[in-house]
């Protein structure tokens, strides 16, 4: 009786532990790794680790409970049928989602058996496809802030082009007099 209480104990833990990876992420892409071997996936978690994306494996069962009270929860259920690895992205929400593209083009055989099953950002539930083409595409966070940057720099390049034009002007006239002096 001991043993099934420590187990119940271990499996809310568990349930607890995801349902707090789910609220803190800012996407996750649902993956059916099939068929690779352990070399293949310890490959596929180094490229996530390196991304900082965070990779685990969990029971669907688990899964299901740890999101039953959320307003996606029941979408994903037919998702999370079969082997589930579940990639959640915690600051750059495409990070994942590139990783495995990246990887499904790289990789040969294990890219080919990388399947995506679905996506999760901002409590929007994404088909394979829609993770693949729009999520995977969509700029990463150090790629939106160099575009935000060049944003603010534009107004400041132009003042000072701005403020350095009748400078310039008066050196043209001050050189065309001169060559109209020498000249004449």
């Known amino acids: 009786m001991a043993a099934q209480t420590s187990t119940r104990a271990g499996k809310h833990a568990l349930i607890g532990d995801v349902k707090g990876k789910f609220d803190k992420m800012t996407s996750a892409v649902f993956l059916d790794y099939k068929g690779m071997t352990v070399e293949q996936a310890t490959t596929l978690r180094a490229h996530f680790r390196k991304a900082g994306v965070e990779y685990k494996v969990v029971k669907n069962t688990l899964v299901k409970q740890a999101l039953k009270e959320t307003s996606y929860g029941a979408q994903l259920n037919d998702v ?72 603010f720099q534009a107004p400041l390049q132009q003042l000072v082009a701005l403020l350095q034009a009748p400078t310039q002007n008066f050196v043209y006239v001050l050189s065309a007099k001169e060559r109209q002096g020498s000249e004449g």
């Open 80 to 151: 999370l049928v079969g082997m589930t690895g579940i990639a959640w992205c915690y600051e750059d929400p495409s990070a994942a989602a590139k990783v495995v593209k990246a990887f499904k083009k790289d990789q040969g055989d294990a890219g080919e058996r990388l399947k995506i099953k679905g996506g999760l950002i901002e409590g929007e539930v994404l088909d394979a496809k829609r993770v693949e083409n729009e999520l995977a595409t969509m700029p990463g966070k150090d790629e939106l802030r160099a575009k935000l940057l060049a944003t």
